[in-house]
């Protein structure tokens, strides 16, 4: 793994969409925050296999930890 922010960023948006439990959980209200914050509106291809193997990478750590966002 490496640093470069849009690999970061793209795959916490994609963990973030895969894995939450309403519109009252962390997960959501984060990955809300994130698109509107950068003004970030993904592409219908935004999935996992078109992650970079950076990107995968860092998704495949946040769900070996089972990552959730710290409450609002």
């Not at 793994?1 to 948006?13: C, L, T």
């Not at 895969?18 to 950068?38: V, W």
């Not at 495949?60 to 710290?70: A, F, G, M, N, T």
């Amino acid at each position: 793994m490496y640093f470069d922010r849009f690999d970061i960023y793209k795959a916490y948006h994609l963990w973030f969409t895969d894995f939450y439990g309403g519109a009252l959980d962390p997960n959501y209200i984060r990955r809300c925050r994130m698109e509107s914050k950068f003004h970030f509106s993904p592409s219908l291809c935004h999935s996992y296999e078109n992650l970079t193997e950076n990107g995968k990478s860092i998704y495949d750590q946040l769900e070996k930890e089972q990552y959730i966002s710290r409450s609002y």
